[in-house]
């Protein structure tokens, strides 16, 4: 009757009472103790059951693919538990077959980012109104302690509230819809659902279901992708300085538009860590419609397939040594090349039902982790507990107080004022010594300019030379900097064009190995 159900019972309760070190990351133990006992007991891929119900575990990227990636719906989303199913709503998430087909055909182009970067300034604007209201808890006592909303909604009462506040929203745009439904998430996605002869592609219903199932999904999911990133930045204070560094010197201390948020490549990195480490959905399934060859092993109709990501995202297999370690800079070339497996991170799952919300949910926590960087520093409060659990998302069990301090435009003004030096000196003089090392020399960085006044000197003075109609070694005309300096540095040279650094190379062994890289690791 029970299955496996008693040990998996008895292993929770245990890890439950387990607290972590802050530094720790490797959390699987604590969230899911019947898989960290039985991969190393089992392997890879293992089967159970819980309660009546037969569960096969997968956890090989190419395997998680073929599940993942098939179209014919023969890996389909299980029913869910009712109390879920009445706070989600019928949306995307939980319909399956010609239903699903037909909600993703109407909501993908709400989010295409073209309609999501005029989203940017709404987020804004909500970001703002929170940040305030921490700025007043913070100007009423020396510090502030921040805890997220613990897992304590009432599900009929908020099912009700959610249904009759949506449904008296959405007529109350299709009442006006001449002046058009709204550019936010759901006008956007009202207007793509516009048939051709005016009627809704949806049913008020459905329209409602879709707005349950973003609200919750997305908002618990993104608000949890905060919460850890936070945790992460608070307890690593050289990263909060860099991104803060970045923040200030590409949005200022205004709030941002999707042209900035596309250039904090710091941001993106820490957010990705931060999917990788704590990932809100822990765990994917999928039930077989059918009798199935799955890899190398046949997997009968009605078997529950469920993919563990939290060990995926901890695999060293996938991820190196250092799996269990916060390091952003493993996605510096990008999320297919930050592990061993281009399909290592799954957080975003993939194929046909590959979360359509993922550019907005990025996008907001990008958002609203700028405007928190140019307003406030924040590190772990001595009181936090490392207890991370599994409540529908990844939660920390007993909350995350943080201590957060105002930033002063005087503390702006210096980090300002940091970053301009950083750039006009501490940078050229480090990356000079870093080639030196090498034996890589060139002419000497002047302030601001670098090599630009010698530039344009040799060069016009080269333009005023004729040469004789026989020579053809026109180097010192057309490149005379190259000219004077490739004898003077050797064949290979660094020089500074104003703030640009650049490393002229001669060898053709060198060229070819620029050349004909595959991986875009030299870009245009």
Same mark, same amino acid.
Request: glycine share 6%; aromatic share 10%.
């Given at each position: 009757?029970?299955?496996?159900?008693?040990?998996?019972?008895?292993?929770?309760?245990?890890a439950?009472?387990?607290i972590?070190?802050?530094?720790?990351?490797?959390?699987?133990?604590?969230?899911?103790?019947?898989?960290?006992?039985?991969?190393?007991?089992?392997?890879?891929?293992?089967?159970?059951?819980?309660?009546?119900?037969?569960?096969?575990?997968?956890?090989?990227?190419?395997m998680?693919?073929?599940?993942?990636?098939?179209?014919?719906?023969?890996?389909?989303?299980?029913?869910? +538990?009712?109390?879920?199913?009445?706070?989600?709503?019928?949306?995307?998430v939980?319909?399956?077959?010609?239903?699903?087909?037909?909600? +993703?055909?109407?909501?993908s182009?709400?989010?295409?980012?073209?309609?999501?970067?005029?989203?940017?300034?709404?987020?804004?604007?909500?970001?703002? /109104?929170?940040?305030?209201?921490?700025?007043?808890?913070?100007?009423?006592?020396?510090?502030?302690?921040?805890?997220?909303?613990?897992?304590?909604?009432?599900?009929?009462?908020?099912?009700?509230?959610?249904?009759?506040?949506?449904?008296?929203?959405?007529?109350?745009?299709?009442?006006?819809?001449?002046?058009?439904?709204?550019?936010?998430?759901?006008?956007?996605?009202m207007e /793509?659902?516009?048939?051709?002869?005016?009627?809704?592609?949806?049913?008020?219903?459905?329209?409602?279901?879709?707005?349950?199932?973003?609200f919750?999904?997305?908002?618990?999911?993104?608000a949890?992708?905060?919460?850890?990133?936070?945790?992460?930045?608070?307890?690593?204070?050289?990263?909060?300085?860099?991104? +803060?560094?970045?923040?200030?010197?590409?949005?200022?201390?205004?709030?941002?538009?999707?042209?900035?948020?596309?250039?904090l490549?710091?941001?993106?990195?820490?957010?990705?860590?931060a999917?990788?480490?704590?990932?809100?959905?822990?765990?994917?399934?999928?039930?077989?419609?059918?009798?199935?060859?799955?890899?190398?092993?046949?997997?009968?109709?009605?078997?529950?397939?469920?993919?563990?990501?939290?060990?995926?995202?901890?695999?060293?297999?996938?991820?190196?040594?250092?799996?269990?370690?916060?390091?952003?800079?493993?996605?510096a070339?990008?999320?297919?090349?930050?592990?061993?497996h281009p399909?290592?991170?799954?957080?975003? /799952?993939?194929?046909?039902?590959?979360?359509v919300?993922?550019?907005?949910?990025?996008?907001?926590?990008?958002?609203?982790?700028?405007?928190i960087?140019?307003?406030?520093?924040?590190?772990l409060?001595p009181?936090?507990?490392?207890?991370?659990?599994?409540?529908?998302?990844?939660?920390?069990?007993?909350?995350?107080?943080?201590?957060?301090?105002?930033?002063?435009?005087?503390i702006?003004?210096?980090?300002?004022l940091?970053?301009?030096?950083a750039?006009?000196?501490?940078?050229?003089?480090?990356?000079?010594?870093?080639?030196?090392?090498?034996?890589?020399?060139?002419?000497?960085?002047?302030?601001?300019?670098?090599?630009?006044?010698?530039?344009?000197?040799?060069?016009?003075?080269?333009?005023?030379?004729?040469?004789?109609?026989?020579?053809?070694?026109?180097?010192?005309?057309?490149?005379?900097?190259?000219?004077?300096?490739?004898?003077?540095?050797?064949?290979t040279?660094?020089?500074?064009?104003?703030?640009?650094?650049?490393?002229?190379?001669?060898?053709?062994?060198?060229?070819?190995?620029?050349?004909?890289?595959?991986?875009?690791?030299?870009?245009?």
């Amino acid at each position: 009757m029970d299955g496996s159900l008693v040990e998996i019972r008895s292993l929770r309760k245990e890890a439950r009472e387990i607290i972590m070190d802050v530094p720790c990351h490797n959390i699987t133990p604590r969230v899911l103790p019947h898989y960290h006992k039985w991969i190393p007991q089992y392997g890879e891929t293992f089967f159970y059951w819980f309660g009546l119900q037969p569960r096969i575990c997968i956890t090989n990227p190419d395997m998680v693919k073929q599940v993942l990636s098939n179209k014919f719906g023969f890996y389909t989303k299980d029913k869910p +538990r009712p109390a879920i199913a009445a706070l989600l709503g019928k949306g995307l998430v939980l319909t399956n077959g010609t239903d699903w087909v037909r909600h +993703r055909r109407v909501v993908s182009p709400a989010f295409t980012m073209d309609k999501l970067k005029v989203m940017t300034k709404r987020m804004g604007s909500c970001a703002l /109104s929170m940040l305030d209201s921490w700025q007043d808890l913070v100007m009423r006592s020396a510090k502030c302690e921040y805890l997220p909303t613990k897992w304590n909604r009432h599900k009929w009462e908020v099912e009700r509230k959610a249904t009759s506040t949506l449904r008296r929203i959405i007529q109350a745009r299709l009442d006006s819809k001449e002046s058009g439904y709204g550019n936010d998430l759901l006008g956007l996605m009202m207007e /793509s659902s516009t048939n051709t002869r005016g009627g809704l592609a949806l049913s008020m219903d459905e329209i409602i279901s879709e707005c349950k199932t973003f609200f919750f999904v997305g908002h618990e999911t993104t608000a949890n992708l905060l919460t850890w990133a936070m945790f992460l930045l608070g307890s690593n204070q050289d990263w909060q300085e860099r991104l +803060r560094e970045e923040v200030l010197r590409e949005c200022g201390t205004e709030a941002p538009n999707a042209d900035a948020l596309s250039k904090l490549k710091l941001v993106t990195m820490v957010l990705l860590e931060a999917l990788r480490l704590y990932c809100p959905v822990i765990m994917m399934t999928r039930r077989t419609s059918m009798d199935m060859k799955l890899g190398e092993i046949t997997v009968p109709k009605d078997v529950l397939v469920t993919i563990p990501l939290i060990v995926i995202h901890r695999s060293e297999k996938y991820w190196g040594a250092d799996a269990c370690e916060f390091n952003p800079y493993r996605f510096a070339d990008g999320i297919a090349k930050a592990g061993n497996h281009p399909n290592a991170l799954m957080a975003f /799952s993939m194929g046909p039902r590959v979360c359509v919300g993922q550019n907005f949910a990025m996008m907001e926590a990008k958002t609203v982790l700028v405007m928190i960087l140019q307003r406030f520093s924040f590190s772990l409060s001595p009181q936090y507990k490392h207890a991370p659990v599994d409540m529908l998302t990844l939660h920390p069990q007993f909350g995350m107080p943080v201590t957060v301090v105002v930033m002063t435009l005087v503390i702006v003004l210096l980090l300002l004022l940091w970053n301009f030096f950083a750039v006009l000196l501490w940078r050229p003089y480090q990356l000079t010594k870093f080639f030196n090392r090498q034996g890589i020399r060139g002419p000497r960085y002047a302030f601001m300019g670098g090599s630009l006044v010698e530039i344009k000197n040799l060069k016009k003075a080269a333009s005023q030379t004729t040469m004789d109609a026989k020579c053809h070694n026109i180097t010192p005309r057309i490149l005379p900097h190259y000219h004077k300096w490739i004898p003077q540095y050797g064949e290979t040279f660094l020089y500074w064009f104003g703030l640009q650094p650049r490393i002229c190379i001669t060898d053709l062994e060198m060229v070819k190995q620029v050349l004909s890289n595959k991986f875009g690791f030299f870009t245009k």
